[in-house]
Every structure is written in structure tokens, then in C-alpha cells.
């Protein structure tokens, strides 16, 4: 606080003398004078900052705030590594036939045939003999009614021939074909037989077509199961008659039939290039190449 200028402050000590004569006596008086206070002054000149203030500590976590504005889309990720491959497919359908492979190499010549077989032949040979003969002689029998009771006699003795020879062909036939073909079963009219020798489809064939025969083509369930019988005796898997080998897919007898009744194992055909028929010894029946070995058994 300042003081104006016109007062002072005296402190002073007087000492006033009386008029009285003794000189050891006098009388102290002290003076005041009174401190009066004045109006504001000016305000002072602000003083300098101070230094900062040590950091305060981190304050608590505030409350989410709301969710913002969806932003654009990123650019695309760089291509993840291959997979693991998927399991196989289902296997597609069948394609078309291939074309035809060029002629195999002509196989071995095979064992010469038993006696027998001549027997046969001789047989036939003379059975064709005496039908030319009875045609001459129905033509002879024209001419005259005496000559034609003479032929009418005759023809019938040749006709009585023809019936032995016919029997005893049938007979030797029978029993050369026992002997090439021991084992044997029937099913109504129809007969089966094989040796128990085996050979691919190509062989099969051309050792039935020898003897006047042909491969087994069962064609009902009876006759089906006379060839499963004899295909268990022999304990093997015996080739049918039937193939696809014209078109995939299509499979017909020797004679060009289409074939009606099949008795297929689960899950067969399946086999691209598997154009001929095995029957198991179940009776069931599969497809597989031709080239394999298999039961030789015919029927007649």
C-alpha cells in the first residue's frame, strides 16, 4: 500500500519544559499521528507464468462412442494357396465305341481231333449220297406207272436207310460227343457240355462251331441254372455266348438276337472294353475283356 505524500509520519518525543523554577522536574509528552488509509492504487504488472506442472496420471477409459459410418471397400487380398483336391466324382457316362484294333497275330493251330470225327463226317457224306439218289428217282417214277411202283418200292427202302443212317449218325454223334464232352446237364430240350478245358471267347467258339455246337447262351432262368451247376462242378467261370462287341452297350446272341433275359451280378455291365459275359458259380453273370480264359461249355 502507498501513502500519499502529504502525510507524515512524525515520531518525535518533546519534551516541554513548565515554568516551574525546579529543574528536576518536567513532564514527558508523546505526539501520535493517526495512519489513515487511502483509495486502491493502480493494478501491478502481471508477473511472469510460472513453470509447468508436473503430468497428471492417465485418466479412466470413456464409454464407446456411437458406431461410425461404414467405410469403403478395401482392395482385394492377395489368391490363397490350392486346396486339397475334392473327392472323385461320380464316373461319367459311358463314351462311344473305339474304333477297331487292328487283326491280332492267327493263333496256334490246336490238337487234332479224335477218330471220331470222321466217323461223322463219312456218315453225312452218305446221307447226302442217297437224298440225290431218291430226287433221281422221283424224277424216274414219272414216266411210267409200272416203272413208278417199282421206284415207290424202292424209294421206300431207301427211305427205310436213310432213317437207320440218320439213327446211327445221331448215335455215333452222341457218343462222340460224349467222349470229346464227359460232363454234361440238360435243361428241357436244350443240352450243355464241356470237357473242363478252358480258353478266351475266340477259342470257345471255335471249338463248339467244330463239333456242329455253339457257346452256351442260356436264355431263361432254367436254362441258367443248368449252366451254373455245371460251371460249379468244375469249380471256374465259364463264358456265355452273348457279347457287345458290335455296339457298346448292346449285347446280342451268336445269331444276332438281342438278348431279352440277363441275370447281371449288382452293379454290372460296367466295363468300357469288357465286351463278353462270364456267369459265376452263383449264376450270376459279369462282363469282362474277351481275351481272358475262361470254362469252355456248349450247347446243343
Not at 462311344?96 to 496256334?108: A, F, S
Not at 445269331?255 to 460296367?270: F, I, T, V
Request: one cysteine or more; charged letters at 25%; hydrophobic letters at 25%.
Amino acid at each position: 500500500m502507498q501513502f500519499p505524500s502529504f502525510c507524515v509520519l512524525v515520531l518525535g518525543v518533546s519534551l516541554v519544559k513548565t515554568s516551574d523554577p525546579e529543574p528536576s522536574n518536567y513532564e514527558e509528552k508523546m505526539n501520535t499521528c493517526t495512519l489513515l488509509a487511502g483509495a486502491n492504487g493502480l493494478p501491478g504488472i502481471p508477473g511472469t507464468n510460472g513453470l509447468p506442472g508436473t503430468p497428471g496420471i492417465q485418466g479412466l477409459p470413456g464409454k464407446n462412442g456411437e458406431e461410425g459410418p461404414k467405410g469403403e471397400t478395401g482392395d482385394q487380398g492377395l489368391r490363397g494357396i490350392q486346396g486339397p483336391p475334392g473327392k472323385a466324382g461320380p464316373p461319367g457316362s459311358k463314351g462311344d465305341q473305339g474304333e477297331m484294333g487292328p487283326k491280332g497275330d492267327q493263333g496256334e493251330r490246336g490238337p487234332k481231333g479224335d477218330s471220331g470225327g470222321r466217323e461223322l463226317e463219312l456218315l453225312k457224306t452218305q446221307t447226302s449220297h442217297l437224298q440225290e439218289q431218291m430226287k433221281n428217282l422221283q424224277l424216274t417214277a414219272s414216266k411210267t406207272s409200272t416203272e413208278l411202283e417199282l421206284l415207290k418200292t424202292q424209294i421206300s427202302h431207301l427211305q427205310e436207310q436213310m432213317k437207320d443212317l440218320q439213327s446211327t449218325a445221331s448215335r455215333t454223334s452222341t457218343v462222340f460227343l460224349g467222349q470229346m464232352f464227359p460232363n454234361s446237364t440238360a435243361a428241357r430240350e436244350k443240352k450243355f457240355v464241356t470237357s473242363g478245358t478252358e480258353g478266351n471267347y475266340q477259342l470257345s467258339k471255335t471249338t463248339c462251331s467244330h463239333f456242329g455246337l455253339q457257346v452256351a447262351s442260356p436264355r431263361d432262368n432254367e436254362e441258367n441254372k443248368a449252366v451254373q451247376r455245371l460251371a460249379a462242378k468244375f469249380g471256374k467261370n465259364a463264358f456265355l455266348g452273348m457279347n457287345d462287341q458290335e455296339t457298346e452297350g448292346v449285347f446280342k446272341h451268336l445269331n444276332g438276337d438281342r438278348m431279352e433275359y440277363s441275370k447281371w451280378a449288382p452293379k454290372e455291365p460296367n466295363g468300357d472294353h469288357e465286351d463278353c459275359i462270364e456267369i459265376y458259380m452263383d449264376g450270376n453273370w459279369n462282363d469282362v475283356p474277351c481275351n481272358l480264359n475262361r470254362l469252355i461249355m456248349c450247347e446243343f
